[in-house]
């Protein structure tokens, strides 16, 4: 039978790609920033996580930096073209009053380019000058909080989250002898709940020689998940997020500044606001901004 032409396959995972087009908006939102905010500074990140991210970004969004315009009355229902008016106004407004801080977390070719690489194509004087702090795990936040504020919120902001595969291991996890139970022995056997044994497969496909017996999940000797020091595979690093065992420490490290007043950049001595930062290829980060939530 003759294939039909009207059959096609479409792929719903097929999506637009961004192009130079994000990268030109990126550029201009920067410098854009840099004329609208007075101090810039260039952070890195220690065991990036989108979500702590944000929260970054939504805890350092105080409005009492914003100058707002007043609040009007209410009024009577407008019609299309007063509706139009009105948001070309607030569109209008917005512009007028920058938010209280923008954070960009993207490709670091691009924002090297919109700080500039010298001083004949610099946005603002001696930003150029944090070009060289543009390499790895790297982002931009631009605020009106002082230095002194903005690291002591960084030194205190280290949540923890669950190691993934190739991070090195911070502490040694052992399994006990015995009956599992969902947290390995972390906390005593009377605020635990033994282990489900739908589990049991799975535990064996990963290396830990375990049993069922009256259908709970036992272990005949001690297993040793990991040891600290050492690069984690997948399987440990799943096993201690099934155990609930979290070891990776999001942490963000203040590399430099500038002041817009002064036109002074100030660069900071490796580990002052906490946090080391991991090497990454330029390109492989997705931009976060305002606008474009990560994903």
């Known amino acids: 039978m003759p294939r039909s032409k009207r059959a096609k396959v479409v792929h719903l995972s097929k999506v637009t790609k961004k192009g130079k087009a994000l990268t030109l908006k990126t550029y201009a939102a920067i410098q854009a920033s840099v004329a609208q905010h007075p101090y810039l500074y260039v952070f890195a990140v220690d065991n990036m996580r989108n979500t702590y991210l944000k929260d970054v970004r939504a805890q350092l969004a105080d409005s009492r930096y914003v100058q707002r315009p007043p609040k009007k009355h209410p009024r009577k229902p407008l019609s299309p073209v ?28 691009v924002m090297a380019a919109a700080l500039g690489r010298s001083a004949a194509d610099e946005p603002a004087p001696h930003t150029a000058l944090l070009t060289p702090h543009l390499s790895g795990t790297i982002g931009l936040l631009f605020s009106p909080r002082p230095p002194a504020e903005i690291q002591a919120y960084f030194a205190g902001f280290h949540p923890l989250d669950y190691a993934r595969a190739g991070t090195t291991a911070t502490r040694t996890f052992v399994l006990p002898a015995g009956v599992l139970y969902s947290r390995g022995g972390e906390i005593a056997v009377e605020e635990d709940m033994p282990l489900a044994h739908s589990v049991e497969p799975s535990l064996r496909k990963w290396g830990v020689p375990t049993r069922l017996v009256k259908g709970r999940v036992e272990l005949e000797g001690e297993y040793v998940v990991c040891r600290e020091g050492e690069v984690l595979g997948s399987g440990q690093a799943t096993l201690l997020k099934m155990f609930g065992v979290a070891t990776a420490e999001f942490g963000v490290e203040l590399k430099a500044y500038w002041v817009k007043e002064t036109a002074e950049v100030v660069v900071l001595a490796e580990g002052e606001a906490g946090g080391g930062a991991e090497g990454a290829e330029d390109g492989e980060d997705e931009l976060v901004d305002d606008d474009e939530m990560m994903e």
């Open 82 to 109: 007063s509706r139009r008016m009105e948001r070309q106004e607030r569109k209008r407004l917005a512009n007028h009053h920058p938010p209280a801080r923008r954070l960009f977390f993207g490709k670091t070719k």
